[in-house]
């Protein structure tokens, strides 16, 4: 007789394959989900398992209207699960290859071990290094550095600098004249009176400033340049120490394998007056275009300081004496870098200014 036992016994029996069915669905859906390659790959595999119609799950499922309703419950639960395992293993495999693909862009676009762009910085202008490097020297040597005004006064320009109102040498600085009286100064010179008569000797100063002067602007001449004037007044200064001084600057600046020489010349604030030379450092002493065929290049004017200057300053020139030496900046640049206009320097072009970052 049927007792509903052997019914229940037939059915664990085949419960027990629905079951061992479902485990074997859903371990190998997680096998074939870990080894999709791609999203097409995983919407095949999410069809093939759970599609509604034709759907490995259903097909299993197919089975729940055989069952015998007590265990149905049970096995509606079952299934549920493995369902959600299944779905579980289909979308963590979607995860990972979201992120893998994710990864492939950012190491495509990122490569970490690139060294970074360097930032764009800014750089000192050739002739501040110029300057910087002629004051370094100087300061090594015990000297200050100081400045003096733009628009100078005629008397300090002029006739403190022993350059007396009918004197030829005002002709050969064409100087910018302001309202009666004062006027661009057109050398760095006023600043050595301006000097000597604040502070008592010894004294050992740089001036480094702008000059002015009405030239026309072309590749060697500029309206507005760059001075250093030297000083320096103590008791027993001579010529050789200029020409110690000079002919360590002029190496400091162009090199140490560059020889010097001193021409005699002339300035009002000056006796005796001297221009210093350096070899040509393109042909070596030889002559080219550089140095104009001559082998030397200029590189200021200097003199022992006049009598008459230190008098007017309050020195007694009996008790002291100094050189005085000035250089033009931009002349000295244009000879350290090979630059053969003038006129790069205030144009501020960054592509030239950026040679010298
Ligand atoms: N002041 C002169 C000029 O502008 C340069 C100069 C020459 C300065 C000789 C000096 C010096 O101090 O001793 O041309």
């Known amino acids: 007789m049927y007792d509903g036992r052997s019914d229940a016994a037939i059915f664990t029996f085949w419960d027990d394959g629905v079951d061992e069915k479902l485990t074997a669905l859903v371990a190998d859906a997680r096998v074939r989900a870990a080894a999709a390659a791609d999203a097409t790959a995983l919407e095949t595999l999410r069809t ?16 729940l209207a055989r069952m015998p309703a007590a265990d149905r419950a049970q096995f509606g639960k079952d299934a549920n ?14 995860a990972r290859l979201d992120n893998a693909a994710l990864a492939g862009t950012l190491e495509r676009r990122y490569d970490v071990t690139l060294s970074a762009i360097p930032p ?13 490097d002629i004051a370094a020297f100087f300061r090594m040597r015990g000297f200050a550095v100081i400045m003096g005004p733009e628009v100078e006064t005629e008397f300090y320009a002029f006739e403190a600098m022993n350059i007396p109102k009918d004197h030829p040498a005002r002709e050969g600085m064409d100087t910018f004249y302001l309202p009666p009286g004062t006027l ?12 000597m008569q604040t502070y008592p000797p010894p004294l050992a100063v740089i001036v480094p400033g702008k000059a002015y002067r009405r030239d026309a602007l072309d590749a060697s001449h500029s309206f507005m ?31 140490q394998d560059r020889s010097t020489r001193f021409r005699p010349s002339y300035f009002p604030f000056t006796e005796p007056s001297a221009e210093i030379d350096i070899s040509c450092g393109v042909c070596n002493g030889v002559g080219c275009r550089v140095c104009k065929g001559s082998g030397w290049l200029e590189m200021g004017g200097c003199g022992m300081v006049h009598p008459n ?5 309050g020195y007694d020139p009996e008790e002291y004496t100094g050189w005085a030496w000035g250089l033009g900046i931009e002349r000295i640049a244009m000879l350290r870098h090979g630059i053969d206009d003038i006129r790069l320097f205030i ?10 970052a």
């Open 184 to 195: 661009l100064r057109p050398h760095t010179s006023p600043v050595q009176m301006r000097a």
């Open 81 to 94: 699960e493995a369902k959600a395992a299944i779905e579980e293993a289909l979308d963590g495999a979607s």
């Open 347 to 356: 144009e501020n072009d960054p592509a030239f200014l950026e040679q010298f």
């Open 48 to 63: 093939e398992f759970l599609g509604r119609k034709g759907g490995k799950l259903s097909a299993v499922m197919a089975g």
């Open 225 to 255: 340049f760059h001075q250093v004037e030297g000083l320096h007044v103590d008791r027993g200064v001579t010529f050789a120490h200029l020409k110690g001084f000079a002919a360590d600057l002029c190496r400091h600046l162009m090199g």
């Open 120 to 132: 764009r910085t800014g750089s000192l202008h050739p002739l501040r290094r110029t300057l910087e």
């Open 309 to 313: 200057v230190l008098r007017l300053a």
